[in-house]
Each structure stands twice: as C-alpha cells, then as structure tokens.
C-alpha cells in the first residue's frame, strides 16, 4: 500500500515537472530577435544629401542710356567777415553727379538782376532746362552756382561782393564739390545788374574765368581798354552778349558792343524782340545754356 502511494507521488511529480518544461519552451516561441534598420548609403559611405536647384535669374535689358535721376540744389549760408551779410548760394547739381568723377565738372555762376534774389535764375527755369538739356545729350552736365547779392542797389564801387565772390565762395565750393577749376571750364553769367558784375570780372579776373554771357546789360561805361592790357594773349574770354531789342538798356548794350568791336574783342551779340523783364529771359534760358554748354570745356 505504501509502495503504491510513492509510485503515484513519483509520477505527479514528474508530470508536474514535464507540463513546467512544456510551458517553458512553449513561450519561448513568442520572443523575436529586435530588427535591424539600415539606411541605403551613396558610394562614399554617407546618407544622400538633399539639394535644391535655383532657376537662373532672368537678365534684364540694358537701357539705351544711363538712368537719369533728379537733380539736387543745395543751399548754403556763406559767412566772410569781408561781407555784412551771409551769401545764400544754391549749387545746383547736375542728375548723376558723381563727387568722385575722374573729370572735374564746368562751372557756371549766374548772378541775379538788380533787387533780385538768388533764386531768381531758378525761377526763371534754368535748372529744369539745364535737366532736360543733359538728360537729351544736348548739353554735357555741369553745376550751376546761383549766389545772393544782398546789398544789390549799391554801386559797384560800394561793395565787396565780388572780392568775396572769387576769393572766398568759389574756393569753398572747389574745396566741397568736384568742380573744374580752370578758366577755360569757369563761365559767369548775369541778367541787367549781374550782367555788369559778369563783365567786370570776365575782364579784370580773366585767370579765373573764361566765359562770360551778358543778358540784357545795362552801363557800358567800363575802362575796358586798360582792362583787356592786362590779359595776355591768347586768353580773350568767349563772349555772348543779348538783349531785347524794345529793352530799355538797349542803347546801352549796342554802344558796348560797338566798344568791343573797335577794341577787336570777339564776341556774339544777339537782339531779339522783348522787353527787359523775366519773361524775355525766360524765354531764352534754353539758348543760353546751349551756348555756355558749346563753349565751357569740362
């Protein structure tokens, strides 16, 4: 009896300990190896590397000229202890001025008329002639300089103005602006009292300008004679002289270009129909500057 129960014991045990193997081995089935990823290399060895391609840029055509942009005036204030009052100047900058140009740009001052202002040459359209001019070719650019006689209704005798003018203003502005500073590049200019001050000075200060333009001027009484001794020869400024021929300086202007003539001095001399007001001159700013434009050499 006990034998049997120990059999039956021994064979529990070992199928107890069987089923346990069974299980064990049954589960095992349900581990998986952990997968392996590969990423596709180049034949260097590394990942590809992503680009992205730029279409070319378009090129846009070339203009049949250069660009021409607007003009600058700036206006200064200048102060000479040899004159009562600051001189208002506006320089006028041509479109595309270049500080750093190789060649120096021609100069032209313009003086205004008797109880006239700086800007009266402004007013009368210079600058949007001289604009047009340049952007058509007509005229080469240059910078105009439109100074302020404060003390216009003295003589000429009375004032400083002029001594200031090229002794102190004009080398300021050399030394600020890129401007040509030989005669042959300098011209002044004026209408009625600014014509007599351009005429003055073209004469009597010949080394610093070569051109002088003469509108509508009055008082042709001037020592031209013992003025032009002094210039050497060669050195005869160019000179444009017109007036309107129902001007009141008409006579005036006729006898001082009679004088020019006798003393052999070349120049143009123009009458054309007006009267000696803004309106003649307006009229003839283009003409005036195609002749200043022809004659200053940059």
Not at 122 to 144: H, M, S
Not at 220 to 239: C, D, N
Not at 253 to 259: K, T
Request: a negative charge; proline letters at 10%.
């Amino acid at each position: 009896m006990n034998s049997l129960l120990v059999r039956k014991k021994n064979a529990l045990r070992i199928f107890a300990v069987l089923l346990l193997l069974a299980v064990l081995i049954g589960c095992s089935g349900f581990i998986q190896p952990e997968a392996e990823v590969k990423i596709p290399a180049t034949e260097t060895g590394n990942p590809p590397t992503p680009t992205v391609t730029v279409p070319p840029a378009t090129p846009s055509p070339s203009p049949s000229r250069p660009v021409v942009t607007t003009n600058r005036v700036e206006v200064l204030f200048f102060e000479s202890s040899n004159y009562p009052k600051d001189i208002i100047t506006r320089v006028y900058l041509p479109p595309g001025y270049d500080p750093d140009r190789k060649t120096p740009y021609p100069v032209l001052v313009m003086l205004h008329g008797l109880t006239g202002k700086g800007s009266q040459w402004e007013d009368l359209g210079l600058l949007e002639a001289a604009d047009d001019l340049i952007a058509d070719g007509k005229i080469d650019p240059l910078v105009i300089i439109l100074p302020e006689e404060y003390y216009n209704t003295k003589s000429y005798a009375e004032t400083t103005f002029a001594e200031v003018l090229v002794d102190e203003l004009l080398p300021y502005l050399h030394s600020q602006y890129n401007l040509c500073q030989e005669r042959e590049c300098t011209a002044i200019g004026g209408l009625s009292r600014g014509a007599g001050w351009a005429a003055r000075l073209v004469f009597t200060r010949w080394e610093v300008f070569g051109v002088a333009g003469l509108h509508s001027m009055p008082l042709p009484f001037l020592p031209l004679a013992e003025w032009i001794r002094t210039i050497p020869p060669g050195s005869m400024p160019k000179l444009y002289m017109d007036i309107g021929a129902e001007d009141v300086e008409y006579r005036n202007a006729r006898d001082f270009d009679a004088l020019l003539n006798r003393l052999e001095i070349p120049h143009e001399w123009v009458v054309q129909p007006g009267v000696h007001a803004d309106e003649y001159w307006s009229a003839h700013v283009r003409d005036y500057l195609l002749w200043y434009g022809e004659v200053l050499s940059p």
